[in-house]
């Protein structure tokens, strides 16, 4: 069991570092700019500042997500939950965050998100695996969905 949870969080982690690192690498010109390769995603017409800090943002998402698999497979369900609710929840300041975009339907997909956050640290709390691997995988299609269809 701990070894899967280790593949998994390996995954995990490689795949959420691909996704935050994404923008900045087609930014410093590591892509092919050809009709095979044209990023069709939404902007969301950033200023270079907040670019930077929504690119910390993830990575510190990232980094919660990674954590968050470690104590799970530590069986550490609570030091899970704590950061889920605090790093991924919808705390108010993500809701304020959040609420600074124009676009109506990423603001929408931030909000589903950080309540899927919380209701991952809820399914942590039960400290059962199966569930709470459910929930982290709900998050986590967030994650798939945002950077699939928005780039700043």
Not at 27 to 33: A, D, P, V
Not at 57 to 69: F, G, L, P, T
Not at 93 to 108: A, I, L, R
């Amino acid at each position: 069991m701990k070894k899967s949870l280790a593949i998994a969080a390996a995954f995990i982690a490689t795949i959420g570092l691909n996704f935050a690192f994404a923008e900045e690498a087609m930014q410093m010109g590591n892509h092919h700019h050809d009709m095979s390769t044209m990023d069709m995603r939404t902007s969301l017409g950033l200023s270079a500042q907040m670019k930077q800090h929504q690119l910390s943002n993830m990575r510190d998402h990232v980094e919660a997500i990674k954590s968050i698999v470690g104590f799970i497979a530590e069986k550490k369900f609570e030091d899970a939950s704590q950061v889920a609710h605090a790093k991924l929840g919808l705390t108010p300041e993500m809701k304020s965050m959040c609420n600074m975009f124009e676009n109506d339907n990423f603001k929408k997909l931030g909000f589903a998100f950080h309540k899927s956050g919380d209701d991952l640290g809820d399914a942590l709390k039960t400290k059962d695996v199966n569930a709470s691997l459910r929930a982290l995988n709900k998050t986590m299609e967030y994650c798939v969905t945002c950077h699939a269809t928005f780039r700043q």
